[in-house]
């Protein structure tokens, strides 16, 4: 029997407490679909008052949603290859204090990420998430209509052009191993059909087909568009809680305010390839 979970909305564009749920314990299918509804409901689920759990227990909950991508990169602190733990002190420049979608450089990024926080400063150190689905429904009919059939180029090079690491971890050794990929700039979500904005500082290059100066004007104002606060909610984290995102339908921003230490654990989802409108028929079909 589904254990009874409370959702409880934290801002009108993106966002939910889920209680009544203990992620260290086995869910039923019930339960699991209560969260799958919630999550494409609300993007990003907070789950509070957790206990720490243990790399198997974090592995399971994340097994519930899909198969675990395994991370680009391990750091110091990660103990096994599903698990990336993020120990910080000094988080400036070090990639996450931008607004992005993570590993949007892969032809298949990630559905979403589980992260739990383990040691907190006293002060600072919230993350920040944004609907891209509430982005996209801001802009003008012309300009929805004009991004619809557009793809733009995603790339790991352009994080290692602008930090050397990130958490300690190189990024540039893995160049070889990720060429460039194009994605639509418009994408629909596969289990909505909504569409939502897909490009992001990270990871996004150039927008296909138009000039270098007309990429980055347009790119410029996408960027500046998803930092609206309407369409933002800010995580104030205490030891123990949970964020489970829609890697696909948000991005997130890691405040880097602290400088004591700060240490987080995450496991990933794996996620399908970006299809866009021009996309939907074809998709449809199966084919």
């Given amino acids: 029997m589904a254990v009874e979970i409370r959702v409880e909305p934290a801002t009108a564009a993106v ?15 019930d339960t699991v679909q209560a969260v799958r509804k ?4 609300h993007l990003v689920l907070f789950f509070r008052d957790q ?19 395994l991370p ?20 400036k420049g070090e ?4 607004w992005h979608a993570d590993n949007t450089y892969m032809e298949t990024p990630p559905m979403g990420s589980i992260l739990q926080a383990r040691i907190l400063p006293e002060i600072g150190g919230d993350t920040c998430f944004a609907s891209m689905i509430a982005a996209y429904d ?27 690491h990130v ?28 569409k939502m904005l897909n490009v992001n500082a990270n990871w996004t290059q150039s927008i296909d087909g138009l000039s270098r100066e007309e990429s980055a004007m347009l790119l410029q104002f996408l960027y500046t568009h998803v930092k609206s606060p309407e369409l933002q909610v800010r995580l104030h984290w205490n030891v123990g809680d949970v964020a489970f ?16 230490r700060r240490v987080m654990q995450r496991v990933s989802i794996a996620g399908d390839k970006p299809f866009g409108p021009g996309d939907r028929a074809t998709r449809a079909a199966g084919s």
Avoid: C
Wanted: hydrophobic letters at 40%; glycine letters at 8%; proline letters at 6%.
């Fill in 15 to 29: 966002g939910a407490n889920v209680r009544g749920i203990d992620l260290s314990q086995p869910l039923d299918g």
């Fill in 38 to 41: 919630a999550l494409n409901e």
């Fill in 51 to 69: 206990k720490l759990l243990s790399v198997d227990e974090h592995v399971r909950f994340g097994h519930y949603f899909g198969e675990i991508d």
């Fill in 72 to 91: 680009l990169f391990r750091t110091k602190s990660s103990e096994r290859p599903e698990v990336l733990v993020l120990d910080q002190v000094a988080p």
């Fill in 95 to 98: 990639g996450a204090d931008s």
């Fill in 138 to 164: 801001a802009l003008s009919p012309v300009m929805k209509g004009f991004l619809d059939g557009l793809t733009a180029t995603h790339s790991l090079e352009q994080m290692v052009e602008r930090t050397k």
């Fill in 167 to 194: 958490a300690g971890a190189s990024l540039r050794d893995s160049l070889s191993a990720w060429p460039p990929v194009s994605h639509p700039v418009v994408r629909i979500h596969p289990e909505t059909g909504a």
């Fill in 245 to 260: 995102w829609d890697n696909r339908a948000l991005q997130h921003y890691a405040v880097a305010d602290y400088t004591s």
